[in-house]
């Protein structure tokens, strides 16, 4: 997520941090440099104009220059100023009598129906009572893809076929609402070129209809200032109450984010960071600028972390960790969990300085290596993995056919869990290895 951005920021607080003291011209020199990266990472040029003044202002002050630590005091401004840009942090309208209607609408291809149904399953997270409304008549398996959606998740779908117009079928939707009880109706709209004027009209009328509480533009992030131009011109025709930016986890620039919010006056309520159905994050500006500076996000990490891992299994492997009865199956249970958290390169992202020193990590903390590592252990017999000391040179040759590995991989895999085995059986018992170990610690 914004990698190319966070490199090049990096790069320019580095060179301030070797400077010590600061002056005028050291400061500007190093603004030159965050204009040039932000204006290539696509974020709109008067927003660029506007940050890079802001900071240049602040950073020139007394306090600054005569700070024992000027490079952190420019760091700390960037991260304020990068918060500012990206507003204040907004909730859905979930005020008052229910049932309350969020209409999810955009261009075709931004993943709308998808969005939906992750909205719908974070509200009734929440304790939300959703209900999908199938209102895309256009594009073809539209309304398939929803009642798919909707059966894996348990959350019910109001559809209609594609004979009735979208306005007849979001009303008949509120009103099924109204009648069993649904707190939240989740309207997915038909996707639509903001410059194609029967259209927008057509959403126009939707909007007069049911008069829904929140009215959301879903954008693909990755598609930058069009971006920027398209939820300028939704707003213009239906007032936007926020921003849904989807694909954020394949956005390496950030130009979209940085910059929509600050042109539209629309802010972002959500990010869509991964394919799967719980991958909706909510938008909170400060975790974001901490991401973008290199500087991690433990928040999100303990939460995601917190949802993933269930406490009493947690517990469980509390236990055998202590007894040193910690096997391979165990092994493979814990990638599960950490799998539930997102992507290992996504998630590593979230600790503070990963974006520094990402290039000289070893393979083995890629998710590339996580699911050689599962296929390994797959390839085995639950006796085998319970056990892998009878793994001999004929199970191991049959294990790498059955993982797609070779017997050098599986031998490493072995070694690696052996070690870990003797380390945990010392640590029971109280006895550490190495320096800590001799001074009988």
């Known amino acids: 997520m914004f990698e190319t951005l966070t490199e090049k920021l990096q790069t320019v607080f580095k060179k301030l941090s070797g400077k010590g003291r600061l002056s005028e011209q050291d400061v500007d020199t190093a603004l030159r440099e965050v204009r040039l990266a932000l204006l290539e990472a696509d974020v709109n040029f008067r927003v660029v104009k506007d940050f890079v003044s802001r900071v240049r202002e602040r950073a020139i002050g007394a306090d600054v220059m005569k700070s024992l630590s000027p490079a952190q005091m420019v760091i700390r401004i960037v991260n304020e100023e990068l918060i500012a840009t990206l507003g204040e942090p907004r909730k859905l309208t979930l005020s008052g009598p229910p049932p309350h209607v969020i209409m999810l609408a955009g261009l075709q291809g931004s993943g709308k129906t998808t969005t939906a149904a992750k909205l719908a399953l974070k509200l009734r997270q929440s304790g939300q009572r959703p209900l999908l409304v199938a209102a895309d008549t256009r594009r073809p398996a539209a309304i398939t893809q929803l009642e798919v959606l909707g059966q894996q998740l348990d959350i019910a779908v109001h559809s209609e076929g594609d004979q009735l117009p979208p306005l007849r079928i979001c009303a008949n939707a509120v009103a099924r609402a109204r009648k069993s009880a649904y707190s939240v109706v989740l309207l997915d709209t038909g996707g639509r070129l903001h410059i194609d004027d029967s259209m927008m009209r057509e959403l126009e009328d939707i909007v007069r209809q049911v008069s829904p509480s929140d009215v959301l533009l879903v954008v693909d992030a990755m598609t930058g200032q069009d971006a920027v131009r398209v939820a300028q011109e939704f707003n213009r025709r239906v007032a936007l109450t926020g921003l849904i930016l989807t694909k954020v986890d394949g956005d390496a620039r950030g130009g979209a984010a940085l910059s929509i919010r600050a042109v539209t006056g629309v802010p972002i309520i959500y990010m869509g960071v991964g394919e799967k159905t719980d991958a909706l994050e909510a938008f909170l500006p400060d975790r974001l600028a901490s991401r973008i500076l290199g500087m991690g996000d433990m928040l999100t990490l303990i939460e995601r972390a917190e949802a993933a891992f269930d406490q009493e299994q947690a517990q469980k492997m509390e236990q055998k960790l202590r007894t040193a009865t910690f096997d391979l199956e165990d092994f493979l249970e814990q990638m599960q969990q950490v799998k539930k958290m997102g992507p290992l390169e996504q998630v590593l992202e979230m600790l503070p300085g990963f ?39 004929s199970r191991k040759r049959r294990v790498a056919r059955g993982s797609g590995t070779t017997v050098s991989q599986v031998n490493q895999l072995l070694n690696q869990f052996r070690q870990m085995q003797r380390m945990m059986k010392q640590l029971s018992s109280g006895r550490l290895p190495g320096v800590l170990g001799r001074f009988g610690l």
């Open 355 to 393: 974006a520094s020193i990402k290039d000289q990590l070893p393979e083995e903390v890629t998710g590339k290596q996580m699911k050689r590592v599962e296929a390994i252990i797959r390839s085995m017999t639950p006796e085998e993995r319970r056990n892998p000391r009878i793994i001999d040179s």
